[in-house]
Structures are given as C-alpha cells and as structure tokens.
C-alpha cells in the first residue's frame, strides 16, 4: 500500500516536473487589446497636413532625420549610443488622418538595438593529394548586430510627443 502510494506520487511529480518544462510562453497576440482609447493616438482640429506639418517640426526639434516624402506620413529616426558598444535607433512613424470631425495623428515608435561583436575569419589551403585545411586568421573585424526590436508602447512617452506638438501648433 504504502509503495503503490509512493510510486503514484513520484509518477505525478515526474508528470508535473515534465509539463512544466515543456510549457511555451504565451503567443504575444494575446496580450493585444485592440482598445478604442490608446496612448498612440491624438486628436486636434487641425487639417491632416498641418498636423503633421507640426508633427515634422517636433522631430526636427529633437535632431530626428525626418523623411516627410509622404506629407501625411512621416518618419523620423534617431541614433543612441547608451554604452561603448550598443547602439539604439528610435523611429518614430507619424500618420495624420481626417475622421470627419477631427484629425487624428497616430505615433508609432520602434526602438532597435544592436551590439558590436568581434568577428574573426578563417583562410584554407589545399594541397593535391594531403586535403585541404583550414586556419583561423585573426581580424579586427568588428561589426553592428542587431540583437532586438519592438514597438515601444510607453504612454508617457507618446505624450510627451504629442504635448510637444501641441506646443508648436499653438
């Protein structure tokens, strides 16, 4: 009785030692709410181009590169260099639309991050007869990796644009 029992708990606690190993991270589509209210849009009554004609002075003013080839959309991008060998690049997408009583201007701002890694090659010789071999050569090769990318959705953040905007359009 008392080894039937033991053989039961310790077969349960594989199985719960085993599916908890086993188990995936949530699909990240879940966690989308797809909310009427969100922090990256803005309402003005501003005509759609002039929105984002003051959308495209906020990131000029901010050292953003902006390419307005599109004057209802426009994208800006920024380079960071938080630490020696990092850097991050913010790019920011404005797109200004009539809604038939106002103009909405929706943000949206990808954050990419790349790390300087070493990289080394390798040069072979082939000798007829013997094969071939290959030897490491060092190189001062180094190279910009991206190592991640997202959208950023801090609402603080889409409100300091916005409130920026604001102030130009005022």
Not at 9 to 24: K, P
Not at 79 to 97: S, Y
Not at 101 to 122: F, P, V
Request: proline share 5%; net charge neutral.
């Amino acid at each position: 009785m008392f080894r039937s029992r033991l053989l039961r708990l310790s077969a349960v606690a594989t199985l719960l030692a085993v599916a908890g190993c086993s188990t995936a991270p949530a699909p990240v589509y879940r966690l989308e709410s797809f909310e009427a209210e969100t922090p990256f849009q803005y309402h003005s009554d501003l005509p759609p181009l002039v929105l984002c004609e003051y959308g495209k002075r906020a990131l000029l003013s901010q050292a953003y590169e902006v390419d307005a080839s599109v004057p209802s959309n426009i994208r800006g991008s920024k380079f960071f260099q938080p630490q020696a060998e990092q850097q991050v690049q913010l790019r920011i997408t404005l797109t200004c639309m009539g809604t038939g009583r106002d103009t909405t201007i929706y943000a949206n701002a990808l954050q990419t991050r790349y790390e300087l890694k070493a990289g080394g090659s390798s040069t072979g010789l082939s000798v007829s007869g013997l094969g071939s071999i290959s030897v490491p050569w060092p190189t001062d090769k180094n190279s910009l990796v991206k190592v991640g990318e997202e959208t950023i959705a801090d609402a603080d953040f889409y409100r300091r644009l916005f409130v920026l905007i604001e102030n130009l359009a005022e």
